[in-house]
T-cell receptor, first 113, second 110 residues
Framework: EPEVTQTPSHQVTQMGQEVILRCVPI?????FYWYRQILGQKVEFLVS????????KSEIFDDQFSVERPDGSNFTLKIRSTKLEDSAMYFC???????????FGSGTRLTVV | RKEVEQDPGPFNVPEGATVAFNCTYS??????FFWYRQDCRKEPKLLMS???SGNEDGRFTAQLNRASQYISLLIRDSKLSDSATYLC???????????FGTGTRLKVLA
């Protein structure tokens, strides 16, 4: 079964440092997403990406965040200057837009210290 | 009113029991509805899509009531392996952005 692959599985970073979370969506999918889940809380939408541009972003996705699809297979989330409150599980997801639901990656646990 | 509202539980039920979860959503323009399952510290996994006509997949039955903006999930003959958090998810057309409920925790007891 096709998978969405995320790396690393766990990243620890110092406050103020930049981090890049990586995702390889399913190859024939067209819509890509980042979500986050703070421990004990619900899954929250960050950003959607289609046709090489952001199609929608949430209030959480401020100027510190950016996304990129640099090479047609990877989809990255960059946090420029991490804060303690950025500590969360970050999930990448993709879909072909057929209404059958997303496939999520297994997530990157980001810990900001 | 929360966009997607669920009873957080936990629902503690014995093996073999039937359990039902409900979910309400606030945006009447929502178009797609799903139940996802999430195990502790893992990614959400699609359990089933939800249609107005209702749909069934083995022991799982999902129902959508658009007029009441209400979604349900019924699990029959609960197994220990059904223990997880069940996430109600609502999506609008366009970007297919998902709005998640907080999830309902289920514990199936031996």
């Amino acid at each position: 079964e096709p998978e969405v692959t995320q790396t690393p599985s766990h990243q620890v970073t110092q406050m103020g440092q930049e981090v890049i979370l990586r995702c390889v969506p399913i190859s024939n999918h067209l819509y890509f997403y980042w979500y986050r889940q703070i421990l004990g809380q619900k899954v929250e939408f960050l950003v959607s990406f289609y046709n090489n541009e952001i199609s929608e972003k949430s209030e959480i996705f401020d100027d510190q965040f950016s996304v990129e699809r640099p090479d047609g297979s990877n989809f990255t989330l960059k946090i420029r200057s991490t804060k303690l409150e950025d500590s969360a599980m970050y999930f990448c997801a993709s879909t072909d837009g057929g209404g059958y639901g997303y496939t999520f990656g297994s997530g990157t646990r980001l810990t900001v210290v | 009113r929360k966009e997607v509202e669920q009873d957080p539980g936990p629902f503690n039920v014995p093996e073999g029991a039937t359990v039902a979860f409900n979910c309400t959503y606030s945006n009447s323009a929502s178009q797609s509805f799903f139940w996802y399952r999430q195990d502790c510290r893992k990614e959400p996994k699609l359990l089933m899509s939800v249609y107005s006509s209702g749909n069934e997949d083995g022991r799982f039955t999902a129902q959508l009531n658009r007029a009441s903006q209400y979604i349900s999930l019924l699990i029959r003959d609960s197994k220990l392996s059904d223990s997880a958090t069940y996430l109600c998810v609502v999506s609008s057309s366009g970007t297919y952005k998902y709005i998640f409920g907080t999830g309902t925790r289920l514990k199936v007891l031996a």
